[in-house]
Each structure stands twice: as structure tokens, then as C-alpha cells.
Nanobody, 113 residues
């Protein structure tokens, strides 16, 4: 049973930063790719960042240069560092493990103007 638990969301002013954390359990984490998605207020869900088991990364155009995904295999954890946040980044952020189709419950990020 894979469990993904996100944390680190909150309210921040535009231009600020947040660091999201996703802790995984019940899986051989180091061999799995991981991703962060967000659900926007208009109900669109988009993948914002992806990291392979070897550390290769990919980002949505909307967050390139501002967000950084990383992982610590020793801690079974993946991070999303979000800098220069904008009001359009507001939404619920989810951790995803593509190989198992597992999702966390999400963490709310709200960016005020």
C-alpha cells in the first residue's frame, strides 16, 4: 500500500516562496519517478514538475525558472521549491507516483497579490 503525504502549503504574498514536501511509504521509492501536480481554481489539473529515479527533471512552461523539484531517496521524500510565486500559482498541489497511480491528498497553496 503506497501512501503519499504532502505538507508545506500555506498563504504567501506574491513574490514569496514555499517548499512543499511529499513523504512516501510502502514502496521502493528510489526506483520510482515522482511528480507534482496542481489543481487550479478553474478545476484544471496540470503537471508542474517531474523527476526520474535518476534525478532528471521536467517542468511545465508556467513554472520553469521558478520551481525546482528534488528528491532525497534516503528519506523517501520529494520536494518542490517554489520561488517568485504569483497569484496564478494558487491551487491545491498533489504528489503523484506515476508507476502506481498513487496520489496524496494535496496541500493548499494560496498566493495573495
Amino acid at each position: 500500500q503506497v501512501e503519499l503525504v504532502e505538507s508545506g502549503g500555506g498563504l504567501v504574498q506574491a513574490g514569496g516562496s514555499l517548499r512543499l514536501t511529499c513523504a512516501a511509504s510502502g514502496v521502493a521509492f528510489s526506483i520510482d519517478a515522482m511528480a507534482w501536480y496542481r489543481q487550479l481554481p478553474r478545476n484544471q489539473r496540470e503537471r508542474v514538475a517531474f523527476i526520474t529515479s535518476g534525478g532528471g527533471t521536467n517542468y511545465a512552461d508556467s513554472v520553469k525558472g521558478r520551481f525546482t523539484i528534488s528528491r532525497d531517496n534516503a528519506k523517501n521524500t520529494v520536494y518542490l521549491q517554489m520561488n517568485s510565486l504569483k497569484p496564478d500559482d494558487t491551487g491545491v498541489y498533489f504528489c503523484n507516483m506515476p508507476s502506481t497511480g498513487s496520489w496524496g491528498h494535496g496541500t493548499q497553496v494560496t498566493v495573495s497579490s
